[in-house]
């Protein structure tokens, strides 16, 4: 079954740091672009960042550049989130989300892990 | 504020037909790029129901369609049924911006 489990959310104080894991099954992960999406509670889908399927290409939406680096590692078949310098603003459930291959389009969600940013 | 506008509600009776739009700009759905369709069921993760404006994954019913125009874009439910409701988001690419952009959601409501 073609699968991804996220991991690392919780409580974490303004100006913190957080880690958030991905870990992909049931495909062959380094063949797949990935993509982090958070949702704040009561809201909309925000895209955050992009990495290509060798990790060469990283994109980042203009609200976490700088304070978040998204990374991989095909041989775990793992994609991480590195989040720093968190606001309240990023309270959020955070999914990572497989690209359906050239479409642009996230085709595999995992149940996303919620990260909250308060005192 | 979105940059890919749609509807915040949408109603309508079991077996009816309804649409929801979702409208962008020259940088974005009018510039060429594609728009997506995601259904998010209440407390679950998105599920992407629509790619490439009018194609659907495998296992999506062909109730669910999608169409693309000028700036805008569209997704229509034929024969609603209880289990339609949910939340409905459109997606795109914004040059001007440079990254992956979602439409502000849009709640189905069956009566």
């Known amino acids: 079954e073609v699968q991804l489990v996220e991991s690392g959310g919780g409580l974490v104080q303004p100006g913190g740091s957080l880690r958030l894991s991905c870990a992909a099954s049931g495909f062959t992960f380094s063949s797949y672009e990935m993509n982090w999406v958070r949702q704040a509670p009561g809201k909309g889908l925000e895209w955050v960042s992009y990495?290509?399927?060798?990790?060469?290409?990283?994109y980042y939406a203009d609200s976490v550049k700088g304070r978040f680096t998204i990374s991989r590692d095909n041989a775990k078949n793992s994609l991480y989130l590195q989040m720093n310098s968190l606001r309240a603003e990023d309270t959020a459930v955070y999914y990572c989300a497989r690209g359906y291959g050239d479409w642009g389009a996230f085709d595999i969600w995992g149940q996303g892990t919620m990260v909250t940013v308060s005192s | 504020q979105s940059v890919l506008t749609q509807p915040p509600s949408v109603s309508g009776a079991p077996g009816q037909r309804v649409t929801i739009s979702c409208t962008g700009s020259s940088s974005n759905i009018g510039a060429g790029y594609d728009v997506h369709w995601y259904q998010q069921l209440p407390g679950t993760a998105p599920k992407l129901l629509i790619y490439g404006n009018s194609n659907r994954p495998s296992g999506v019913p062909d109730r669910f369609s999608g169409s693309k125009s000028g700036t805008s874009a569209s997704l229509a439910i034929t024969g609603l049924q209880a289990e339609d409701e949910a939340d409905y988001y459109c997606q795109s690419y914004d040059s001007s911006l440079s990254e992956r952009v979602f439409g502000g959601g849009t709640k189905l409501t069956v009566l």
């Open positions: 990495i290509s399927s060798s990790g060469s290409t990283i």
